[in-house]
């Protein structure tokens, strides 16, 4: 049977509450933006969290924030974690998760930018709950930098 405590690890983000359930010897989280309950590996649950974050300490609009969409680069399909936009419809934020036993890598990055080939974010965020990674992208002079923190939502 799927234990939902080992997977409820503290993580280096603010705590929140949750929605569980079991069924079929499985456990489920309560997802607010796709409004159903999904398997709780540890990956759903750094998303869950920092998801929390973005809407509770960011002020991020929940109805702008979609999770796992697929995008297809290269005529290849692959599945973002999360994208943010701006009330305007324009893509302003993609993430990738990563379960607390990964580490960050160039790879992960390397992953988060072939989806933002096709999607042309303002900011890349990365982590696996303990490490947060963010970078603004400068189309115009074609570079990036490093962020100190999580930009705040300013729509």
């Given at each position: 049977?799927?234990?939902?405590?080992?997977?409820?690890?503290?993580?280096?983000?603010?705590?929140?509450?949750?929605?569980?359930?079991?069924?079929?010897?499985?456990?489920?989280?309560?997802?607010?933006?796709?409004?159903?309950?999904?398997?709780?590996?540890?990956?759903?649950?750094?998303?869950?969290?920092?998801?929390?974050?973005?809407?509770?300490?960011?002020?991020?609009?929940?109805?702008?924030?979609?999770?796992?969409?697929?995008?297809?680069?290269?005529?290849?399909?692959?599945?973002?974690?999360l994208l943010v936009y701006h009330r305007n419809g324009q893509?302003?934020?993609?993430?990738?998760?990563k379960s607390p036993d990964i580490k960050i890598t160039q790879?992960?990055?390397?992953?988060?930018?072939?989806?933002?080939?096709?999607?042309?974010?303002?900011?890349?965020?990365?982590?696996?709950?303990?490490?947060?990674?963010?970078?603004?992208?400068?189309?115009?002079?074609?570079?990036?930098?490093?962020?100190?923190?999580?930009?705040?939502?300013?729509?």
């Amino acid at each position: 049977m799927n234990n939902p405590d080992k997977f409820k690890i503290k993580l280096n983000l603010p705590g929140f509450k949750f929605r569980f359930k079991q069924e079929g010897g499985q456990s489920f989280i309560f997802d607010d933006l796709r409004k159903k309950f999904v398997v709780l590996t540890p990956e759903e649950w750094v998303r869950q969290n920092f998801v929390k974050y973005l809407v509770e300490g960011k002020k991020y609009p929940p109805a702008l924030m979609v999770v796992e969409k697929k995008v297809v680069i290269n005529q290849l399909p692959q599945r973002f974690d999360l994208l943010v936009y701006h009330r305007n419809g324009q893509p302003f934020l993609i993430a990738e998760f990563k379960s607390p036993d990964i580490k960050i890598t160039q790879q992960v990055f390397d992953q988060v930018v072939r989806y933002n080939m096709a999607l042309k974010v303002e900011c890349i965020v990365v982590s696996n709950g303990y490490n947060h990674f963010a970078c603004r992208i400068d189309y115009i002079k074609n570079d990036f930098s490093y962020l100190n923190e999580i930009p705040e939502y300013t729509g």
